[in-house]
């Protein structure tokens, strides 16, 4: 065996609850163990990256791990940390989404290496779709009681949340489909292991208790915790909302930077979890950090790594490219190299004016070009004091009244990139 699954959770910061006798039981033999995935999108996002990651150690460890697409349940909706119901999904997009989400677990899961412990993808439709509603409650139902589900935290806590409208039938009886999956999976694949957030951990325990009651067996969980950062706010959105792996939904630009923004605390806790760098090599990046903090070795070791295994070398050489790119000193002919997408990402939100491309043919003065053809400064007085200050840049050059913008200073055909001093940007496009 590789190594202790569970000493190398506990240093990584990655353990929130573990079941007696599940460490033991991981040193006897490869086990096999699954953590499910909600289906209603086709892309993870980082959010999922903790789950992800507890699979990708657990096979790195040398046991066996099962990704499930959650086809069924996506159907019904987990009432953990949720107020409310989310909407059902057609079997069609089910399939797509599982797809997707496969070829985004392939960058940290090894499926096809034909070795004992390569990971395998199961979707429980697959095994609940031809199942009746009174086979289910006579096979399953009856051995959990109403009392033990009630007893669970997010069934209480969706019950008597004020703003709440109370529980369906539906999402009542989640737990029970979740437990019968790891029951399924046990049975079907001698899966003794359920991993997931703190939060699923009432869900998880049902399954073991399903497992002991029907499958006369034993089952455990294995819980880590739900990740936090250190100012409050909601690990893995952004202002944009959730950050995707999907590099359509996200860019590998945008993506890098989340990273990269990250404080020190978090860095520092972010860097264990999501990367596989080993525990010494981890200390020594944290010490370095700790030296010369203002150097930021710790976010872009971690941005570095999470982009490369996410994306590409490629993608992360691209990106951070273009995190320097303001201040490189060869600005014009690095920045012809970033392809429009991470060059709008790099410059969003920066005002911008459209201009005709004629304009161009006999040289666009820079008075029109602050004032009158883009509104960028107030007036052409305005331009003319900027222009005297010795302000004005175009594409990262100092230009004079007497400057005019013509077809060179255009970056990739099509954009000029005009600062007045360090603070303000604009961007002129020309169409």
Request: hydrophobic share 35%.
């Amino acid at each position: 065996m590789a190594s202790n699954f569970i000493e190398v959770l506990g240093w990584r910061g990655m353990i929130h609850d573990v079941m007696p006798g599940a460490e033991e039981h991981l040193l006897e033999q490869m086990r096999s163990a699954y953590v499910g995935f909600d289906p209603t999108a086709d892309s993870l996002h980082i959010g999922n990256l903790v789950p992800i990651m507890l699979l990708a150690h657990y096979q790195q460890c040398g046991h066996k791990p099962f990704a499930l697409v959650g086809g069924a349940t996506g159907m019904i909706g987990d009432p953990s940390g949720k107020s409310t119901e989310r909407n059902f999904l057609d079997e069609k997009t089910l399939r797509h989404n599982q797809e997707a989400i496969k070829s985004q677990l392939a960058h940290f899961l090894d499926f096809d290496s034909g070795e004992k412990n390569a990971a395998v993808l199961v979707n429980n439709y697959d095994w609940m779709k031809d199942f009746s509603f009174l086979a289910f409650i006579r096979d399953v139902g009856k051995h959990i009681t109403v009392n033990y589900m009630m007893a669970k935290d997010s069934v209480k806590n969706r019950i008597s949340a004020e703003s709440s409208d109370g529980m369906s039938f539906t999402e009542f009886t989640y737990q029970l489909v979740q437990g019968y999956d790891f029951l399924h999976l046990f049975k079907a694949h001698d899966c003794t292991i359920q991993m997931g957030g703190s939060d699923q951990w009432g869900n998880i325990t049902t399954g073991t208790e399903l497992i002991r009651r029907v499958g006369n067996g034993k089952g455990f969980a294995i819980t880590c915790p739900l990740i936090t950062k250190s100012d409050g706010s909601k690990f893995g959105k952004s202002e944009g909302g959730n950050v995707w792996l999907d590099a359509k939904r996200t860019s590998p630009y945008k993506f890098y930077q989340y990273w990269l923004n990250s404080s020190d605390d978090d860095a520092e806790k972010y860097i264990k979890i999501f990367t596989f760098l080993e525990e010494e090599e981890i200390k020594s990046l944290i010490e370095a950090h700790k030296e010369q903090p203002h150097l930021r070795q710790l976010q872009k070791r971690l941005a570095q790594e999470i982009t490369t295994m996410v994306h590409s070398q490629a993608d992360f050489e691209n990106a951070e490219k273009a995190s320097t790119i303001l201040y490189s000193k060869s600005f014009k002919a690095d920045i012809q190299t970033l392809d429009e997408a991470t060059f709008l990402d790099v410059f969003e939100g920066v005002p911008t004016a459209d201009v005709s491309k004629t304009l161009l043919e006999s040289g666009l003065d820079m008075i029109a070009a602050l004032s009158a053809e883009t509104n960028f400064l107030a007036s052409n007085g305005e331009a003319r004091r900027a222009l005297k200050e010795n302000s004005i840049s175009v594409n990262k050059e100092k230009v004079g009244e007497d400057y005019k913008i013509s077809s060179s200073d255009l970056i990739n055909d099509t954009y000029v990139i005009i600062n007045r001093g360090k603070r303000s940007t604009f961007i002129i496009r020309v169409v």
